[in-house]
């Protein structure tokens, strides 16, 4: 008995030791989570915690704080790479605004600029000066850095800048002097996107306000040199050209070849094979000589349309016991094209026999001539011509081969000549004829390969394997000549394309997913299946029990809330200030806070709760403000028309 009661004691420490180290490992856990959250929660902790000290040359603590560095993040630092001082006046203008500049980052200022016109309106990238006290004979001005890099205002006009709002006294009682820490941040901010703009190396990492001061901590980073010429930069304007650089740079490149080339990267053995998808396009023009060849006793030939052709057998005859025959040969080239073919007239002077293939088809004298003897009557006495003019048709004889056509002439004395005329008329209208001949339907459904490079119509669309984006337009092209010209839009008329196919797996190791697979296909959400090798090459299968730890709690969403301050409309426009066309010259501003743990509203200066903490969804209403806000834009649209 002692010994089960020391045994069950035995377990029972040990399943208090389990849980209490369970619970000292999930508080551990959660503390350090909470750590890293004060550290890095949002870009404000980011910016305190990292990003300021590691560009102002100061320590940067661990998560913990246990331990500290200083790292070196950029060419050089500056404290205070830039400071400005305002001080309105009794109009409400900004009459004093010094900016001191340390261009060099070496820590001292180098430059000092005063603005000699009062500010009386603040823009994202500029200032607006009017006369004191007033919104009249206003004058706009750009933040702009000159060709040395010192800063300075170029006047342009109120449309060039953006985001402005008025700050004297014919907006409001105060406005500069009550809002001057924002004041501080819009002003510095354009003087800023002025400077970065110009030289893209300098980056700032924190602004701190003291009453009517700013002070901005600042570094060179990005390029080491004195230029502030950065070729990164180019990208902006050009973002396409990065594909084509960055190919450049890998031909370049012993590391990347080396790499690439490697087991490690290639992790097979691939065969490069070219192929085109083609768009012919076809264009015949028929002749009257493609379709049918005519040789042998041709008199002559005339035109009879398009098409068509008239060929005349003429000869002189004979009184003897065998006329003489005159023969032309016809052979169908392209049967499929002939229309007709006709003995459309036969005439002579005395006799003509016409025959087709030996055979006598008609005639046209004095008397009947049928047979292959010789007609009746004497033909040495001239008399007047006779004519046959009724057709005969061979066109499924000439459709079907050579077929000849002759005139047997007889006839002598005042009366010696015959003819028999021919007429054959083909279909000569141009033919087209489109396919699209693939020659990569092989490689692109074998899953072996796969497109490397492909060239569409002289535009580079994949390369290594990447498509780069850019897609060619439709062409027009003119196919064919002379009569038989035609135009043909299509969306493209030659692929290039290269694939990468896989032609040798001999030399590296496929992985063995055996076991994930049966992992898979055997586990349920409380038992785990599980296949392993034993030591002599057979499967072993095991099970047990598996259940996923308890997840904590978690909230349906973040909890926020609304507040609202009071903001004087001081917007301005080209047709003057907003709170001149406006009855009430105070509006309000809208924000939305993250509550705390314990839910409550972290309220700002002169703020008031609107809605609060909770899970708030305000989408219907940000959908009615950008509506009215397109629609508003459209109504403003300029037109040539009166209205």
Not at 76 to 91: D, N, Y
Not at 463 to 470: L, S
Request: glycine share 10%; hydrophobic share 35%.
């Amino acid at each position: 008995m002692r010994t089960r009661l020391q045994t069950s004691l035995a377990m029972l420490s040990a399943l208090l030791a389990q849980s209490a180290f369970a619970q000292d490992m999930d508080a551990r856990a959660r503390a350090a989570a909470a750590a890293s959250r004060a550290k890095s929660s949002d870009s404000d902790a980011i910016g305190q915690n990292y990003l300021t000290p590691g560009l102002a040359n100061q320590p940067v603590n661990t998560v913990d704080n246990s331990r500290s560095f200083t790292p070196n993040l950029a060419c050089q630092k500056s404290a205070t790479m830039l400071e400005m001082l305002v001080q309105p006046g009794s109009t409400g203008d900004i009459t004093h605004f010094t900016i001191s500049r340390d261009k060099d980052l070496d820590g001292a200022f180098d430059t000092t600029l005063t603005l000699p016109v009062p500010v009386s309106g603040i823009c994202a990238n500029g200032v607006i000066s009017c006369s004191p006290g007033s919104w009249n004979q206003c004058q706009s001005f750009k933040w702009d850095v000159g060709g040395t890099g010192d800063l300075k205002l170029t006047q342009v006009d109120l449309a060039d800048l953006s985001g402005c709002y008025c700050v004297n006294a014919s907006c409001g009682a105060n406005l500069a002097s009550g809002n001057l820490p924002s004041i501080l941040k819009d002003l510095g901010g354009g003087v800023i996107g002025a400077l970065t703009t110009a030289d893209p190396r300098i980056a700032v990492a924190q602004a701190s306000i003291d009453g009517p001061v700013i002070r901005y901590t600042g570094a060179q980073t990005t390029a080491c040199t004195a230029s502030p010429s950065v070729s990164a930069t180019a990208y902006r304007s050009n973002p396409t050209a990065i594909n084509g650089d960055a190919y450049a740079a890998t031909q370049t490149s012993s590391v990347f070849t080396a790499l690439a080339a490697s087991p490690a990267g290639n992790g097979k053995a691939e065969e490069t094979r070219s192929c085109t998808i083609e768009r012919e396009i076809n264009v015949k023009e028929w002749g009257f000589g493609d379709i049918v060849s005519a040789s042998g006793s041709i008199t002559s030939t005339s035109s009879c349309g398009t098409g068509c052709l008239r060929f005349h057998i003429r000869g002189a005859g004979s009184c003897g016991s065998n006329p003489p025959v005159y023969t032309v040969t016809f052979n169908p080239l392209m049967p499929n094209r002939i229309v007709s073919a006709r003995i459309i007239e036969m005439g002579a002077d005395d006799w003509v026999q016409g025959r087709i293939n030996g055979q006598v088809v008609g005639y046209a004298g004095k008397r009947p001539w049928t047979g292959d003897g010789l007609p009746s009557g004497d033909c040495r006495i001239s008399d007047d011509p006779r004519y046959n003019r009724t057709p005969i048709d061979f066109t499924d004889r000439l459709k079907s081969g050579a077929t000849s056509v002759s005139a047997r002439v007889r006839g002598g004395g005042g009366g010696n000549w015959g003819y028999v005329t021919v007429e054959i008329q083909v279909d000569t209208t141009c033919e087209v004829s489109e396919r699209l001949v693939d020659l990569c339907a092989g490689y692109a459904s074998d899953p072996a390969c796969h497109l490397s490079q492909e060239d569409v119509d002289g535009v580079e669309t994949v390369r290594n394997g990447v498509v780069t984006g850019i897609k060619p337009l439709p062409l027009t092209r003119l196919f064919g000549r002379g009569s038989c010209t035609f135009q043909y839009s299509r969306d493209f008329f030659l692929r290039t394309r290269r694939y990468a196919c896989i032609v040798d797996t001999s030399g590296t190791a496929q992985p063995d997913l055996s076991r994930a697979a049966y992992i898979i296909d055997h586990s349920t959400e409380t038992m785990l299946a599980d296949q392993t090798r034993a030591s002599d090459g057979s499967l072993v299968q095991l099970t047990r029990a598996f259940a996923l730890p308890d997840l904590p709690a978690v909230a349906a969403c973040e909890s926020i809330c609304k507040t609202r301050a009071p903001s004087a409309n001081d917007g301005v426009a080209p047709a003057g200030t907003v709170a001149e066309k406006q009855n009430v010259p105070v509006g309000w501003d809208s924000f939305y806070h993250v509550c705390s743990s314990d839910n409550v509203c972290p309220l700002g200066a002169g703020e008031e709760i609107v809605s609060p903490c909770g899970c708030l969804n305000d989408f219907p209403e940000a959908v009615v403000m950008m509506q009215t806000v397109r629609l508003a834009g459209s109504d403003l649209a300029c037109t040539a028309v009166a209205r």
